[in-house]
């Protein structure tokens, strides 16, 4: 590999940042927004937060049967905890689920 292109890996801060500016260093909350909400839009998506996309991924991914410990996983935490009682909220009525079981249990 030329040199060239690698010598921005060298200036490359090395924090383990999700969002970062071009050089790797932390961003600026108020620009990530911006750049954010920029992206949302063209891909056509609307407007959104990383907030709100933190907040749609857990229920989506666990609606489609994804395990939980892999949505933890996914959103960075080393435990179930934090997702199942914050995260995964869930995307379509549960009274739907628990319906047929009621009914029969009523005898009907």
């Known amino acids: 590999m030329p040199t060239s292109s690698v010598s921005w890996l060298r200036e490359w801060a090395s924090e383990r940042l999700v969002f970062t500016t071009a050089a790797g260093t932390p961003i600026d909350a108020s620009n990530l927004r911006r ?38 996983d996914v ?21 739907d689920v628990a319906a047929v079981p009621m009914q029969r249990a009523a005898g009907g």
């Open 35 to 72: 750049y954010f909400r920029r992206a949302c839009e063209a891909a056509g998506i609307g407007r959104w937060t990383p907030y709100e996309m933190r907040h749609s991924a857990a229920p989506l991914l666990s609606a489609e049967g994804v395990p939980l410990e892999r949505v933890a």
């Open 75 to 95: 959103l960075g935490h080393d435990g179930t905890r934090m997702v199942a009682q914050v995260y995964r909220h869930a995307v379509a009525p549960t009274v």
